[in-house]
C-alpha cells in the first residue's frame, strides 16, 4: 500500500469556524509533513513530524494547528482562518533515513480549502 | 538562504527530447529530488539524486553537479501525457531535514 489518503477533499468554511484535516498513511513512514499550495506555486512546507513529534513549524500563524495522534495519522486542526488561506492543503509521508539516502515523499490528493 | 530556479515555462513535441534544468543555492544540500505534478493533482516522485551524475530511470533521467549546483530532468520520447509541471526540490538539512521546491517549469507537449 503505497497510498496515503486525506479527507476532505474539499472543504468551505466560514471565518469563524474550526474545522480538520485529516490525513492516513499505512507504510510505516516516521515523518509526515503538511504543505499549503496556492495555484500554479510550488508547494510551501508547513509542519514536519518525526517519530510523531513536531521537528518544524515554518512560522506557520496559530490558527493552523497540526496534530499527530498515532505513526499514521496526522491532522491539521483550522481556526479564525482567513480568505487568504484558501488553498490546496497537502500531506506526504516519507521514510526517515541518514544523510545520502532517499526519502522521497509521497503525497496524498490534497484538500481543496475554500475561506469564505 | 536557499534559492531554486527552474524555467517557468516550455513546450516540446511529441516524440522529442526536453531538457529541464535547476539551480539551486542551499547551505545544507543533501539531495535533490524531481517531482511531476499534474494540474489538480498531488506531485509524484520521479527521480533522486545525491552523489554527481546521472540516474536513468526508464524515459526519464535526472544529472547532477553539485559543484555547479545544478541538475536537469530529462524526458525522452515525449507523450501528451507528460504535459505537467515539474518541480525541482532540494533536501536541506539545516535545522532538521526539510524540503525546499522550486517553483516548477510547465511543460506542454504539443503533437
Known amino acids: 500500500d503505497t497510498e496515503v489518503t486525506q479527507t476532505p477533499k474539499h472543504l468551505v468554511m466560514g471565518m469563524t469556524n474550526k474545522k480538520s484535516l485529516k490525513c492516513e498513511q499505512h507504510m510505516g513512514h516516521r515523518a509526515m509533513y503538511w504543505y499549503k499550495q496556492k495555484a500554479k506555486k510550488p508547494p510551501e512546507l508547513m509542519f514536519v513530524y518525526s517519530y510523531e513529534k513536531l521537528s518544524i513549524n515554518e512560522s506557520v500563524p496559530s490558527r493552523f494547528s497540526p496534530e499527530c495522534p498515532n505513526s499514521s495519522l496526522l491532522n491539521l486542526h483550522l481556526h479564525a482562518l482567513q480568505p487568504e488561506d484558501s488553498a490546496l492543503y497537502l500531506c506526504?509521508?516519507?521514510?526517515?533515513?541518514?544523510?545520502?539516502?532517499?526519502?522521497?515523499?509521497?503525497f496524498g490528493p490534497g484538500t481543496r480549502l475554500t475561506v469564505t | 538562504g536557499q534559492n531554486i530556479d527552474q524555467p517557468t515555462e516550455m513546450t516540446a513535441t511529441e516524440g522529442a527530447i526536453v531538457q529541464i534544468n535547476c539551480t539551486y543555492q542551499?547551505?545544507?544540500?543533501?539531495?535533490l529530488f524531481w517531482y511531476q505534478q499534474h494540474a489538480g493533482e498531488a506531485p509524484t516522485f520521479l527521480s533522486y539524486?545525491?552523489?554527481?551524475g546521472l540516474e536513468e530511470k526508464g524515459r526519464f533521467s535526472s544529472f547532477l553537479s553539485r559543484s555547479k549546483g545544478y541538475s536537469y530532468l530529462l524526458l525522452k520520447e515525449l507523450q501528451m501525457k507528460d504535459s505537467a509541471s515539474y518541480l525541482c526540490a532540494v533536501r536541506d538539512d539545516t535545522g532538521g531535514f526539510k524540503t525546499i521546491f522550486g517553483a516548477g517549469t510547465r511543460l506542454f507537449v504539443k503533437a
Open positions: 542551499t547551505s545544507g544540500f543533501n539531495g
Open positions: 506526504a509521508s516519507s521514510q526517515v533515513r541518514g544523510a545520502g539516502e532517499s526519502y522521497e515523499q509521497y
Open positions: 539524486n545525491v552523489l554527481d
